[in-house]
């Protein structure tokens, strides 16, 4: 495990609780267990804080904690590595695990540039191993119901949509304090949706556009951006286009009664859908709790500790479910039939488009895009736009009044 902040205190941390006495089981890998061998942190004081409380039988994972931490982990003994770092730090983490030979599982953003992602997707090839990204959102109960009504036919030709996403000011004040100047909260959050579109729908992306507001986090005019509004124009075959428009903040109040505040409208030639995760059917008010401690609406589909009517505490959810999926398909390669029949098992995992790299194309090429335009935003030139394999290559940024054009990728992406 490289980092142990909130997200593997939501995900990863449950995962291998749920997994410490009760292995891995499918009929053509047999019975695989998934114990924690190591974790690498900047300083180690989350791996001592959480050793401390951890099940006895989860206490024995080996700790790095110096500038060599990562490096030294993948020296170990360990088959497969979960990036749950900021995102600018999980490029060099993936590297050094896939050039080990590891199978890698990276938090969503996987990376900020098509070149890493280009990288990555050599060194998982060279070295024979996995290298997937975290969207957890893809097995949320409504997207994949979603995606089936589109997969099926019923749902028909998107033509727009509109998506936001919003988190408290305590994600920028406190869990996110240390890496989050120059940074934006569309790279962070507007990935899910970003995934879900481009898994969905199966377009081309075309052309990238952003703005965003400042002066909450950082200042009016530096690069550290509050909130973001990102609109993508994807084309169809036949030259049709269809455009959506994704919202993330990070200053929502914290007093505000959900975790998050998550929406989604897509319309179609035949029918609309609309989705709302404060809005599932639960909401709960305890005196002197809600909605600071306890949020007034709760997402049980994402992460819910729950005791089971059997008597037994488990915490569910597919934000953990996504997580156990990974570790099955790596169980598939390694150990789901003959040895000289792993290539082809190798390359079976690799088709699968919700997590695989090769598959992250358009997100990265998105989150590049965003980047750029909000950096030359920043620098003083907003309305930028980046074109999409355009004449003049992959990714190119267009400046206005400007015919001298940046070109931020050259081959196609």
Known sequence: MVGMGMIFDETYRPFFEGRSGRPLYDPEFGVCSVPLAAVATRTGRRADAYRAKAPPNLCEFVSYSSEAAVEQLVDGRVDAVCVATPDDRHFAAAKLALEAGKHVLIEKPSVLKLAELDELQRLAEDNGVLAKVVYHKLLDPDHKKLRTLVADGVLQHVNNGYCSLLEPKSIANSQ???WITGRNP???????????????????????????????????DGPTWDSTQLRLIYAYPDGREAAFDVHTSWVTPDNF???VEQEVQFRFDNGVWNGHSRKRGVECTVEGATPHSIKNTINNHYNAAVLEPWGERAQRGYGIEVIERFMREAAMVEYGGPLPERAARLAAARTLAYNDLAADRQVVAAVEAMEAILARHAAGTPDCVVDVNGPAGGLVLQVPGQREVEVLYSPAV
Do not use: N
């Not at 959050?189 to 400042?214: E, M, N, P, S």
């Open 176 to 178: 996110f304090a240390e």
């Open 186 to 220: 569309g790279t962070y959050v507007a990935v899910h949706y970003i995934k879900l579109i481009d898994f969905t729908f199966g377009l081309q992306l075309k052309r990238v556009t952003c703005t965003g507001q400042r002066g909450i986090v950082g200042p009016a």
């Open 257 to 259: 009664p959900g975790y």
